[in-house]
């Protein structure tokens, strides 16, 4: 009698938990034993175990599972074995016992019902054993295992599977709630011993919910990395081990496949910040949003409310360049794409290109580009600077050109007589001559390297002429 006004409770519980009920803690015991301390304490030839065994050698096989168990119909489950009998093949529920004996399996960690109410532990089971004799029992803490509590519910004589739930006034409201299932044997009984699957504890409080808030950066360009912290609210009770994750949705807001973009391990609740990092790999587009999950209890939030746009990207282009003599005058930069924007890199000022000062080698130019949304991109091209020395007649000389570079007029001294003098440009043609010596001017060309051929003795030898 005492166990039907139990369940009675438990369906009213149910009943009235259906518009807001809330879970507290599950397992399936397909991870193993994560969330249970097995066979502290106690004595007896029996043990606690997970596993997924069904099949007897000597003994009853454990029945196969209904549909309504994870992974049925033979899932990992708890249950009483008996080492001695499993080394003959008997590794499944079965009672063998020559004395009594007394074994606990219990939660590993206690659970908070704070703020809940109508709580209900919920679990399918099976356990022959022997009425009143051998049999299983739960048992529960509301001071984190230090003291024990009977529910007065006896499992015996059950051979199939059966779905249990039962509750108790004692289980709202509690900071630190266990429960464990205690399993006694004398030394008659039958197997199957005692079997348990798909443990829930839930209850009636605020429903679980996650608000979350735009980020602080609404809009940024193409390829940059947004670093920011997303805050959000959680309302309910989540379990321990509970991870908050931050999600972006694709360009268009739907989140079929989101992008994970940051992480919090954190059961508690109230106002909350999860660090993220959105990648710069994001595709653009104007219909983003964010939003927050919890994993225990499974809860998805609601996004931010407001669209977040990435800029698309401009598209930046740069012409080749020539190779240029070292000698040859600063000149403009051009070929960027889209135009107006700048070029920088060694030897480079004011948009024009020096190749003094960039000196010899090759340079890296670099075209930058700012867009209408304020995003720069930018790409790059090689220029080379040589110093113009492939020519074999500048070897050897026996003149000198004074002042090099020149802006009026130059002389060339030799102590071999000079019989004539030309400029040309870098190709060969001839630009002026001169037939006497003394100054000769070259204020009337314009700045650029020049090569000058002075007739010495009927030798004609060349050098460079840089004029400014």
Known sequence: MKKLLLSLSACFSLMFASNAQTTIFQDDFESGTANWSLNVGGSGQNNWVINNAFTGNLFTSTPTQPGGITNSPESQYLHIYNASACTSGDCQAVFLAASGGDRTAEMANSISTTGITNVSLDFYYLCNGEVSATYGTVDYSTDDGLTWLNTGVEYAGVATWTQESISNPAWDNQANLKFRFHWIESTTGSDPSFSVDEVVVSGMGAANDITTNSPSQMAWCYGTTITDQLDFTATGTYNAGNVYTAEMSDAAGSFAAPTTIGTLASSASGSLTINISIPGSMPAGSGYRVRVVASDPATVGTDNGTDIEIYPETSVTLGTYTDVCVYTPFFPLTGGLPTGGTYSGPGVAAGSFDPAAAGTGTHTITYSYTDGN???????????????????????????????????????????????????????????????????????????????????????????LVVR
């Open 374 to 464: 304020n995003c720069t991109y930018s790409t790059t091209e090689t220029i080379t600077v040589d110093d113009c020395l492939s020519l074999g007649e500048l070897d050897n000389l026996d003149f000198k050109i004074l002042p090099n570079p020149v802006s009026e007029s130059f002389s060339v001294e030799s102590i071999t007589p000079i019989e004539s003098v030309r400029i040309m440009d870098m190709h060969g043609r001839v630009i002026q001559s001169y037939v006497e010596g003394g100054a000769y001017d070259v204020s009337t060309l314009s700045e650029g390297v020049y090569l000058v051929q002075v007739a010495l003795a009927g030798q004609l030898k060349t050098t460079r």
